[in-house]
């Protein structure tokens, strides 16, 4: 069996946590909180809980450490100093910052003796597995990435912090027009906006300026200033009836020429019901390959694009290549 730590138990711990329930070769071993640990409950028969403080201890009984944390302050600082006692898994997701965040965690695992894969999930992860894929086999094309309609947390939280704001949800969604003339091969150049809408529901608090909020909403810069933006000023139970999901995905589409200048279109496209549940399966299937890679001897950091597929599966090579190949 692997035995499997989680650090952090928001919505992407509980999402590992019931993600290994469908997996046989996996078990949890302990579940790390900065909270006090006698008021976390958490749904595993017997696993202990622990203050994040005494990972350490854990050392010689978990094989791989799932890091939940946030990429904006969690995982800079606790990826490296989980290295140094863990073989580890993260879902860091600032792109801009990937190339930093990889050495300063190859930096701490290399010296350990340990193995990490950094930035798993679907974008950065199997999103990214499939820009490189079509690139590769379609050298002369363009790559396409829409997003949603899906929850944007990071875009929600943006509106939850402005003045006179009580909740807010955000959904990016793809401009069909857009979608439309890439699938038929027309590879245009797309602007932020010609990509993607942004639709806001909001919850106001009572007397609070709804114009001003939405000014400040449409003109903040690096979230909706470089969008078409909708906002909708909603009731705090409208909003927990009607908008309490997490829901997202999208699609990558390559399109491109053969050196015979044949048009083809790839595309990959994921549809989720939950964002954070989703994303916490494709971390626990790279916890695997951490697993078998680390037995194997490997050590330092590693994305994606280093992970053999078969090391993914439960199943044997004998078994993908009888069944799937």
Same mark, same amino acid.
């Given at each position: 069996?692997?035995?499997?730590?989680?650090?952090?138990?928001?919505?992407?711990?509980?999402?590992?946590?019931?993600?290994?329930?469908?997996?046989?070769?996996?078990?949890?071993?302990?579940?790390?909180?900065?909270?006090?640990?006698?008021?976390?409950?958490?749904?595993?028969?017997?696993?202990?809980?622990?203050?994040?403080?005494?990972?350490?201890?854990?050392?010689?009984?978990?094989?791989?450490?799932?890091?939940?944390?946030?990429?904006?302050?969690?995982?800079?600082?606790?990826?490296?100093?989980?290295?140094?006692?863990?073989?580890?898994?993260?879902?860091?997701?600032?792109?801009?910052?990937?190339?930093?965040?990889?050495?300063?965690?190859?930096?701490?695992?290399?010296?350990?003796?340990?193995?990490?894969?950094?930035?798993?999930?679907?974008?950065?992860?199997?999103?990214?597995?499939?820009?490189?894929?079509?690139?590769?086999?379609?050298?002369?094309?363009?790559?396409?990435?829409?997003?949603?309609?899906?929850?944007?947390?990071?875009?929600?939280?943006?509106?939850?912090?402005?003045?006179?704001?009580?909740?807010?949800?955000?959904?990016?969604?793809?401009?069909?027009?857009?979608?439309?003339?890439?699938?038929?091969?027309?590879?245009?150049?797309?602007?932020?906006?010609?990509? %993607?809408?942004?639709?806001?529901?909001?919850?106001?608090?009572?007397?609070?300026?709804?114009?001003?909020?939405?000014?400040?909403?449409?003109?903040?810069?690096?979230?909706?200033?470089?969008?078409?933006?909708?906002? %909708?000023?909603?009731?705090?139970?409208?909003?927990?009836?009607?908008?309490?999901?997490?829901?997202?995905?999208?699609?990558?589409?390559?399109?491109?020429?053969?050196?015979?200048?044949?048009?083809?279109?790839?595309?990959?496209?994921?549809?989720?019901?939950?964002?954070?549940?989703?994303?916490?399966?494709?971390?626990?299937?790279?916890?695997?390959?951490?697993?078998?890679?680390?037995?194997?001897?490997?050590?330092?950091?590693?994305?994606?694009?280093?992970?053999?597929?078969?090391?993914?599966?439960?199943?044997?090579?004998?078994?993908?290549?009888?069944?799937?190949?």
């Amino acid at each position: 069996m692997i035995r499997v730590g989680i650090s952090g138990y928001g919505n992407l711990g509980r999402g590992v946590e019931a993600a290994l329930t469908l997996c046989p070769d996996m078990e949890l071993t302990a579940v790390f909180t900065r909270r006090d640990p006698k008021t976390l409950q958490i749904t595993t028969p017997g696993v202990p809980v622990a203050a994040e403080a005494e990972a350490a201890a854990y050392a010689d009984r978990i094989d791989v450490m799932i890091l939940c944390g946030g990429s904006a302050t969690d995982l800079p600082k606790q990826g490296p100093v989980y290295a140094k006692l863990f073989n580890t898994i993260d879902s860091f997701d600032t792109h801009a910052r990937i190339p930093e965040y990889y050495a300063s965690m190859d930096e701490a695992l290399q010296s350990s003796g340990h193995i990490g894969i950094i930035s798993v999930g679907w974008d950065p992860g199997l999103f990214s597995l499939n820009r490189m894929m079509a690139g590769a086999i379609l050298p002369d094309g363009d790559d396409y990435t829409f997003w949603g309609r899906g929850v944007s947390q990071g875009h929600s939280d943006a509106i939850r912090r402005i003045p006179g704001v009580v909740d807010a949800k955000q959904y990016t969604v793809p401009v069909e027009s857009a979608v439309a003339a890439v699938r038929a091969g027309e590879n245009p150049t797309l602007t932020a906006r010609q990509k %993607h809408l942004r639709e806001c529901w909001v919850v106001a608090e009572e007397g609070a300026d709804r114009a001003e909020i939405e000014r400040h909403i449409v003109t903040m810069p690096n979230y909706f200033d470089e969008y078409d933006t909708t906002v %909708h000023f909603i009731s705090l139970e409208e909003l927990r009836r009607d908008h309490s999901g997490m829901p997202h995905g999208g699609f990558v589409i390559r399109s491109g020429k053969t050196a015979q200048g044949e048009a083809c279109t790839v595309e990959y496209s994921l549809k989720l019901g939950s964002n954070p549940q989703f994303t916490a399966s494709v971390i626990v299937a790279y916890a695997r390959a951490a697993a078998r890679l680390a037995a194997s001897g490997e050590t330092g950091a590693r994305t994606v694009f280093d992970i053999a597929p078969a090391l993914l599966s439960p199943k044997s090579p004998e078994e993908l290549r009888r069944t799937m190949l």
